[in-house]
């Protein structure tokens, strides 16, 4: 019974330990960031669909965390981490990385922009959405591997 007990034990360790290891890995990080743009423009595409009502913290909270992924994302490339972990990362980043972190500071800038006019109904969330759509899409054509 005791042996039981003991490889439990050492089979939930080993597994924290694994979970706790990808968790610090860049790979790791950068799909925490996507799934936080991701949520984010979600947020931001509700209301701007009527599907939820318009809420200035909401919009506020969104755009400041593109802000955030915008201005952090190019950190969590560094070589060796190409591969990996689902990674969807394009080799093509590390071919031009100057391009991919003009592209995320692009992002950081139009969302910077939107937040400073702080969108004050459904259409201007709208508007910024587009905005920032556009930034997305551009960096994803290119520095994104796309999936079967």
Known sequence: MKVKVVLSAT???????SA???????????????????????????IAK??????AEAVKTALTNLVEVG?????????????????EASPKIWENMDDFKAKSAKLASVAEAQLAAMPADQAGVGTALQAIGA???????????KKN
Do not use: N
């Open 50 to 55: 009527g599907e939820k009502p318009y809420d």
């Open 71 to 87: 201005k952090t994302f190019p950190e969590h490339f560094p070589t060796g981490s190409e591969t990996g972990l689902d990674t």
């Open 11 to 17: 089979v939930a360790i080993c597994l924290g330990v």
């Open 135 to 145: 930034t997305c899409g551009d960096c994803h054509q290119t520095y994104r591997l």
């Open 20 to 46: 706790a290891i990808a968790a610090g890995e860049p790979q790791t990080v950068r799909q925490e960031l996507m799934k936080k743009a991701g949520a984010s423009a979600g947020a931001l595409g509700a």
